[in-house]
């Protein structure tokens, strides 16, 4: 069996995640930090949204410098220690950050369940290439169709659980791809859209260890309001 999912940040500020559910997608991923100096302001409503739509959810922190320190003390103003985060490699104007083992141990012995680290096959190829021994498997990402329709006829366009996104690089296997940036999901164009081969029982697991949703956080500017599903 495959599920399928979404990420939102800020630039979906009112995603319908009902919606979503309704379409049949299973979870969400929601941006909360950036770097050691941005907080999506959207993040904990987003977030309290998937899990009331009874989606599957969890946080992902776009790592944004090679400051451990600075990154996890905003994200501890935010996701309260115990919750699931994705960490986010990827290029952008201000440079490369590559998610490094030091980073992802660090965040680990800071309290959060980190099962998956998003890094993208043209980005690894763009920094040469390396081992990625010592990281969690990867959330993948790589866009084989330009059309913009539904999720699931993107992914049957693109192979589907035998699609190139599966194949594994750096020495980790894939557990999550991203195949498209132009899903249409709840009435909004160009969503970035990703599939887990497994049930979402098995999705649970591997993002919590099993049991109930990680609780998450309001903002840093409010009282925190813990969320569980």
């Given at each position: 069996?495959?599920?399928?999912?979404?990420?939102?940040?800020s630039?979906?500020?009112?995603?319908?995640?009902?919606?979503?559910?309704a379409?049949?997608?299973?979870?969400?991923?929601?941006?909360?930090i950036?770097?050691?100096?941005?907080?999506?302001?959207?993040?904990?409503?987003?977030?309290?949204?998937?899990v009331?739509a009874?989606?599957v959810?969890?946080?992902?922190v776009?790592?944004?410098?090679?400051?451990?320190?600075?990154e996890?003390?905003?994200?501890e103003r935010?996701?309260?220690?115990?919750?699931?985060?994705?960490l986010d490699?990827?290029?952008?104007?201000?440079?490369?950050?590559?998610?490094?083992v030091d980073?992802?141990?660090?965040?680990?012995?800071?309290?959060y369940?980190?099962?998956?680290?998003?890094?993208?096959?043209?980005?690894?190829?763009?920094?040469g290439?390396?081992?990625?021994?010592?990281?969690?498997a990867?959330?993948s990402?790589?866009?084989?169709s330009?059309?913009t329709?539904y999720?699931?006829?993107?992914?049957?366009?693109?192979?589907?659980?035998?699609?190139?996104?599966?194949?594994?690089y750096g020495?980790l296997?894939?557990?999550?791809?991203?195949?498209?940036?132009?899903?249409?999901?709840?009435g909004?164009?160009?969503?970035d859209?990703?599939?887990?081969?497994?049930?979402?029982?098995?999705?649970?697991s591997?993002?919590?260890?099993?049991?109930?949703?990680?609780?998450?956080?309001t903002t840093?500017q409010?009282?925190f309001l813990?969320?569980?599903?």
């Open positions: 069996m495959t599920i399928f999912g979404v990420d939102v940040a630039y979906q500020a009112g995603f319908n995640f009902a919606q979503a559910k379409e049949g997608f299973d979870f969400a991923i929601i941006k909360a950036e770097g050691d100096n941005y907080i999506n302001p959207y993040y904990g409503a987003q977030y309290a949204a998937s009331a009874g989606l959810t969890a946080s992902y776009f790592v944004h410098t090679a400051d451990e320190a600075g996890i003390a905003l994200a935010v996701i309260p220690a115990g919750s699931t985060i994705v490699s990827e290029a952008d104007g201000a440079g490369e950050y590559p998610v490094s980073m992802y141990n660090a965040f680990t012995a800071a309290g369940h980190v099962p998956l680290v998003y890094f993208p096959h043209w980005f690894w190829q763009q920094i290439s390396p081992s990625l021994a010592g990281l969690p990867l959330w990402s790589g866009y084989p330009s059309a329709t999720a699931s006829e993107i992914y049957d366009t693109v192979g589907g659980d035998s699609g190139s996104g599966w194949t594994g020495g296997g894939v557990e999550m791809w991203q195949f498209t940036d132009r899903g249409v999901v709840a909004i164009s160009g969503m859209c990703s599939a887990y081969r497994g049930t979402r029982e098995q999705l649970i591997l993002f919590t260890g099993g049991g109930r949703q990680p609780a998450a956080a840093d409010t009282n813990l969320l569980e599903g």
